[in-house]
């Protein structure tokens, strides 16, 4: 659309005002998906060794390895529908990434710290 048509109409152009987010708010979130990731890499390190020490003995560890890539993918798929929710759409970026920090953290070191103490 011409520029002299759209100010015609609706107006001179207006930037919409900068939002700044709330610092608390990120590092929170931040802090929530490294407790996470951490977790995260601790399990598939262990799945890993399983996999690695199965495969020596000569067992067949392709199911536990396709079940574990199946959990992570549709926990990433489970937060990335929550992130694009309708209701957490309406907050900024670092509201999203608290709410679904908040529910990735748990559900990644509870497992972790379960397995941490059985394992030793």
Do not use: H
């Amino acid at each position: 659309m011409n520029s002299a048509t759209y100010t015609r109409l609706y107006g001179p152009t207006q930037l919409a005002p900068r939002r700044e987010g709330n610092v608390l708010v990120g590092l929170l979130a931040v802090a929530l998906w490294a407790v996470a990731a951490v977790s995260l890499v601790w399990l598939t390190f262990l799945v890993g060794m399983v996999v690695l020490w199965g495969a020596a003995e000569g067992m067949a560890v392709g199911g536990i390895v396709l079940r574990f890539a199946l959990i992570v993918a549709g926990g990433f798929a489970a937060l990335a529908a929550l992130a694009f929710a309708p209701g957490v759409r309406r907050l900024d970026w670092a509201g999203r990434l608290l709410v679904t920090g908040l529910l990735a953290c748990p559900a990644a070191a509870v497992p972790a710290v379960l397995a941490w103490a059985r394992v030793g």
